[in-house]
């Protein structure tokens, strides 16, 4: 049920840019860019307040902040994550160096895996044993109260403590998290509170992420927290990575879930925006962003999700939105191998010195110096909102790839780059539907980010997809999909069982302990909607398969299991069922956006020489601002906007819904 229209900001932070949008109580929605800070906090603070200045209202209206950031992410990347210990069973201390049997190329004779977040000599063994049936041997506690002592003297700044089938039974593993937690003064993260799930490797994979990214995460949040208090600004809710919002107090005791903040926002402002202005099967979301490209499945109004994700070759089970990220984004480096291939990335120019084009002392030619070289970016632009555009460094910067490349000039090594950058990200818009059985012929593409945009068209080409969807606020959707995310809050417990086995009174009782869990979470459990699921598997699979479960009743769920699989894998079994992990999530719905839109002035700015269909072509430009609802436009075109920029390509049409949001549509093929 809507309540009383409220002024709220969401706050994204990326790798180059920091994304703003404040909506205020009158509807109207303002955005900004400012580029990202070493202290994230900082760039967070600067981008409210120039949001705020821009509405005419001051940082105390504001009445909700919700907040996404790359925190843990970048923890992870750059490998500066706290300095944790690892307490296990003993005889299990190598769990994270043995990790799965896979390879990560299999043909690579060379081909390595990272480092554990904990190195040996931070890993430590205790007497304990527990089966799947009970404790056989209990924990001595003056044993642990040796073993904090020895954690203390290895400065470790954090805890991870994953004991063997603690998800079935914890009392040994809740026996020396407590003591740890009483001894020393750091995070202590225990697996049956991270990840209440079998599998030892992922297990502890989990927890060791949590314990490395906690100290990280605590330390920001309690800055930021500072930083905006002073100003009046509420206390941050943050995005999960389940595309969910969760109080900060939450994510600080579960910081793993943090792990994808950004990106997760990204999918939900989608699903948001474009949900019901196509009638198509579903979108693919297209986040093109200043170091990456973020690609996912929204069906049925849902984001796909997953529990099997890796950061960094670090598996992370908990719920994730299901992003697939390749390292193609405005700022990523364009150069040549060794072989004399152009290549794009991974690389990237970031926020300083940024691309050649921003004239801040970049050299290195990048994807962005690329769509000023092909007419995409015009010459009067406004990147990131403040600044101004190098159009000469940018022509020099291709001019040295294309000798590098043996290309002719700079315009050459333009086409070149940004069809290679094309090429990175049509693979991954492949990953994401073709190679899980969905056809992107029956998909909408949702494009967004500072440059998702202007390459949205020629990726549609490619896949064979007839319409691009671009939002309103597309330069800046990560931070628009904050306002418009529900409350959410995951539990899940590993309960391995034959389905004709199953007593159903037990998994009811295992059900109720979870939507306990859930609901302590939630800020109002009294409005909370509360759904359930179930992870099964034929005997034997390696794999399993997630249905809903209202009631459980052995026959239904074995029958939404064949189904599932069916659509999932092409076949079914008559084999029998396994039940293997009980899952309950738990959500708050927000109040809708009601945003206003009108656009205003002639839309028609000018032309400019763009590059299409093999050849430059006079190509009118637009003031994306200024379309009006219902105003149509073909291609080719170019729509200029404070943080992004459309390109649409010959035969394409355009039309302008009521919120502002464009929809392109391609027309007959030849």
């Known amino acids: 049920m809507a309540g009383t229209p409220t002024t709220r900001v969401g706050v994204d932070v990326g790798g180059t840019f920091t994304d703003v949008v404040l909506h205020t109580a009158d509807g109207d929605l303002v955005t900004a860019k400012v580029p990202s800070t070493a202290d994230q906090s900082v760039g967070v603070v600067r981008g409210i307040e120039e949001a705020c200045e821009r509405a005419g209202i001051d940082p105390t209206d504001i009445e909700a902040f919700a907040h996404a950031m790359t925190v843990s992410t970048n923890a992870l990347l750059e490998g500066d994550g706290a300095r944790s210990a690892l307490v296990t069973t003993a005889g299990f201390r190598d769990v994270?160096?043995?990790?799965?049997?896979?390879?990560?190329?299999?043909?690579?004779?060379?081909?390595?895996?990272?480092?554990?977040?904990?190195?040996?000599?931070?890993?430590?063994?205790?007497?304990?044993?527990?089966?799947?049936?009970?404790?056989?041997?209990?924990?001595?506690?003056?044993?642990?109260?040796a073993l904090a002592d020895e954690i203390r003297d290895c400065d470790a700044e954090s805890v991870a403590v994953s004991l063997l089938h603690a998800y079935r039974h914890p009392e040994n593993e809740r026996t020396v998290a407590s003591i740890l937690r009483e001894e020393l003064d750091v995070p202590v993260s225990a697996s049956?509170?991270?990840?209440?799930?079998?599998?030892?490797?992922?297990?502890?994979?989990?927890?060791?992420?949590?314990?490395?990214?906690?100290?990280?995460?605590?330390?920001?949040l309690g800055r930021l927290e500072d930083e905006v208090a002073s100003r009046g600004v509420p206390t941050p809710r943050v995005m999960q990575s389940n595309g969910g919002i969760a109080a900060a107090e939450t994510v600080r005791e579960h910081a793993v879930t943090t792990a994808l903040s950004g990106p997760a926002a990204g999918v939900v402002g989608a699903s948001d925006t474009a949900t019901d202005v196509t009638e198509t099967a579903g979108l693919v979301t297209f986040d093109m962003g200043g170091t990456s490209s973020d690609v996912s499945l929204v069906r049925d109004g849902e984001a796909e999700r997953t529990t099997d994700a890796e950061i960094a070759g670090?598996?992370?089970?908990?719920?994730?939105?299901?992003?697939?990220?390749v390292g193609a984004g405005g700022g990523s480096v364009a150069w040549v191998d060794e072989g004399g291939a152009l290549r794009v990335g991974p690389r990237s120019a970031g926020a300083e010195p940024g691309p050649a084009c921003y004239g801040k002392g970049g050299t290195e030619p990048t994807v962005t110096d690329a769509n000023v070289v092909l007419g995409y970016i015009g010459p009067d632009a406004s990147l990131g909102g403040d600044l101004e555009l190098d159009v000469e460094a940018a022509h020099d910067a291709?001019?040295?790839?294309?000798?590098?490349?043996?290309?002719d000039g700079p315009r050459a090594a333009a086409r070149g780059v940004y069809r290679v950058a094309n090429a990175n990200m049509t693979r991954a818009i492949r990953r994401v539907t073709v190679e899980r059985g969905h056809d992107p012929r029956n998909f909408a593409l949702v494009a967004f980010g500072g440059a998702g945009p202007m390459h949205a068209g020629a990726l549609a080409a490619d896949l064979d997809v007839d319409t691009v969807v671009v939002p309103r606020a597309c330069g800046v959707l990560s931070a628009y999909g904050l306002l418009a995310a529900d409350?959410?809050?995951?539990?899940?417990?590993?309960?391995?069982?034959?389905?004709?086995?199953?007593?159903?009174a037990t998994i009811e009782a295992a059900y109720a302990d979870l939507i306990e869990e859930v609901l302590s979470d939630?800020?109002?459990?009294?409005?909370?909607?509360?759904?359930?699921?179930?992870?099964?598997?034929?005997?034997?699979?390696?794999?399993?398969?997630?249905?809903?479960?209202?009631?459980?009743?052995?026959?239904?769920?074995?029958?939404?299991?064949?189904?599932?699989?069916?659509?999932?894998?092409?076949?079914?079994?008559?084999?029998?069922?396994?039940?293997?992990?009980?899952r309950v999530s738990a959500s708050v719905e927000r109040d809708p956006l009601d945003v206003s839109y009108a656009g205003s002035g002639d839309p028609v700015t000018g032309t400019r020489e763009a590059f299409f269909d093999g050849d430059y072509r006079e190509t009118t430009v637009y003031d994306r601002a200024a379309l009006a609802p219902a105003t149509e436009f073909g291609g080719p075109a170019v729509l200029d906007g404070r943080e992004s920029t459309v390109v649409v390509p010959p035969a394409w049409t355009g039309r302008v819904t009521a919120d502002g949001t464009v929809v392109l549509e391609r027309g007959e093929r030849e």
């Not at 026959?555 to 008559?574: I, M, N, Q, S």
Request: hydrophobic fraction near 35%; include cysteine; proline fraction near 7%.
């Open 96 to 145: 994270l160096e043995l990790r799965r049997q896979d390879r990560p190329s299999l043909y690579d004779l060379d081909a390595s895996k990272p480092d554990p977040l904990v190195p040996r000599r931070r890993r430590f063994e205790v007497d304990e044993r527990v089966t799947v049936d009970g404790i056989e041997t209990p924990v001595d506690e003056s044993e642990v109260r």
């Open 192 to 220: 049956h509170e991270v990840l209440a799930e079998f599998r030892e490797y992922e297990r502890t994979s989990t927890t060791a992420v949590d314990a490395s990214v906690t100290p990280a995460i605590d330390a920001y």
């Open 314 to 325: 670090h598996p992370i089970g908990v719920p994730m939105v299901d992003v697939t990220t």
């Open 398 to 407: 291709l001019a040295r790839l294309a000798d590098d490349a043996d290309l």
């Open 487 to 504: 409350e959410k809050h995951d539990a899940a417990r590993t309960h391995q069982v034959a389905l004709d086995d199953a007593d159903p």
């Open 522 to 582: 939630v800020a109002d459990p009294e409005v909370a909607t509360v759904t359930r699921a179930v992870d099964c598997r034929y005997a034997g699979q390696s794999f399993e398969q997630t249905v809903s479960v209202p009631e459980f009743d052995p026959a239904a769920v074995a029958e939404r299991f064949h189904a599932a699989h069916e659509d999932a894998h092409g076949y079914r079994l008559d084999d029998r069922v396994e039940v293997v992990t009980l």
